[in-house]
């Protein structure tokens, strides 16, 4: 049996230096030329796709009967890290707060090992080191580079780190993440000074009115499966003594069903015209962007993985089912889209610092790390028949 404990150091020196070093999506321009520095020593084919990411494959396995891709995120997220850790953020106003850094160390740790092994690793593995995933952005430009194509992989692989739950690997039956969509509200309302209130519209108000709608939608709408509406930002007004004239919110729907998504967008819809009623200003709702849909673990794979995970975590191995779905999602979908896949989850929750994904103080338990590297490595195998 390979002991994956002595690759722990190589995988903190990855993981350290990723997350002192972070960069926002399509601008990982040093985390690029580490990793790319890494493959070329050891014999990597490199496909570079615009501006940072890349396609790795070594030569010796192209050969293979069976094709397996593993994706690996290389995006930062724009907020200043307060976790205090000796090797936190050292470039300001970004932080590997979701877990990337992590996810490349194992990625890239793996690429060493295959390099070690590719006289008798039985799997052609093609890597993906994906930029700007935090954005939306990075799976169509690693597919329009011909990530799933020449050939046609067998099976597509991903993994992430959540630290909400100690030590122990997750697996979904099933749907394995949500439809999500970024939602905006334009309210226009009537410029007026305060000491003629009665000729203006007060956009803030009315903006204020459509905040308590989403909360009132979120308490009475009962979905299939979790939902909900989220207000992340509010803009508006100039001036103390002036009503202001318009007012910008943004958010989010995210549904584990795509039922629940139309119905709460229509449901929001409908309560914002009752708001314009009311109110006297107008409110427009709109998805700013393509949604991102929901994807499902392949069957097949998920019985490996609850085979390698109950023996490489024992019972700190959950396979979880349609009550355990949460409202994450990835625009990893578009892999799915196109070939069989599986979404593994690693729980690496530091005790007592048990702050969620995209917090300032999030932390992982880096003792996950070795596990999760040979799960990963026993996955390939496994599906690649080995």
Not at 190 to 208: C, F, L, N, P, V
Request: proline residues 4%.
């Amino acid at each position: 049996m390979k002991d994956f404990k002595k690759y722990e150091e190589e995988l903190l020196r990855h993981r350290r230096y990723f997350h002192m070093y972070p960069e926002l999506g399509l601008q990982e321009k040093q985390t690029s030329a580490y990793i790319r520095d890494y493959l070329e020593k050891r014999g990597y084919e490199i496909t570079f796709v615009e501006p940072t990411g890349m396609i790795a494959e070594l030569p010796e396995l192209k050969n293979r009967k069976k094709t397996v891709v593993l994706r690996a995120e290389m995006d930062g997220l724009p907020m200043e890290e307060k976790t205090g850790l000796p090797f936190a953020s050292r470039n300001q106003g970004c932080m590997h707060a979701c877990g990337h850094d992590g996810i490349l160390a194992v990625a890239l740790t793996l690429c060493g090992i295959l390099a070690e092994e590719k006289d008798s690793f039985p799997v052609n593995v093609r890597f993906l080191f994906e930029p700007a995933e935090e954005i939306g952005e990075g799976a169509k430009r690693m597919l329009a580079a011909g990530a799933l194509e020449d050939p046609v992989p067998d099976a597509f692989l991903m993994f992430h780190f959540a630290v909400d739950m100690p030590f122990g690997m997750a697996v979904h039956e099933g749907q394995a993440s949500a439809m999500i969509a970024g939602i905006g509200i334009d309210i226009k309302g009537k410029a007026s000074h305060w000491s003629e209130a009665h000729k203006g519209i007060d956009s803030i108000y009315a903006g204020a009115r459509a905040i308590q709608e989403v909360h009132d939608l979120n308490s009475s709408y009962k979905g299939a499966a979790p939902c909900l509406v989220g207000i992340g930002t509010a803009h508006g007004g100039e001036y103390t003594n002036i009503i202001a004239d318009s007012m910008q919110l943004t958010g989010n729907i995210r549904a584990c069903r795509e039922e629940d998504f139309r119905a709460l967008y229509e449901n929001l819809e409908k309560r914002l015209q009752n708001t314009e009623k009311e109110t006297g200003a107008e409110l427009t709702l709109s998805i700013l962007k393509e949604p991102v849909l929901s994807f499902a673990n392949d069957p097949e794979f998920t019985r490996n993985a609850e085979e390698i995970g109950k023996d490489v975590f024992g019972d700190r191995f959950i396979l979880e089912g349609e009550e355990e779905l949460f409202l994450a999602g990835d625009n990893a979908y578009r892999y799915f889209q196109k070939t069989r896949g599986i979404f593994l989850v690693f729980l690496a929750a530091v005790p007592g610092h048990e702050h969620p994904l995209h917090h300032p103080q999030m932390e992982i338990d880096e003792k996950i790390f070795p596990y999760s590297l040979e799960t990963v490595y026993r996955m390939i195998r496994k599906i690649g028949g080995a």
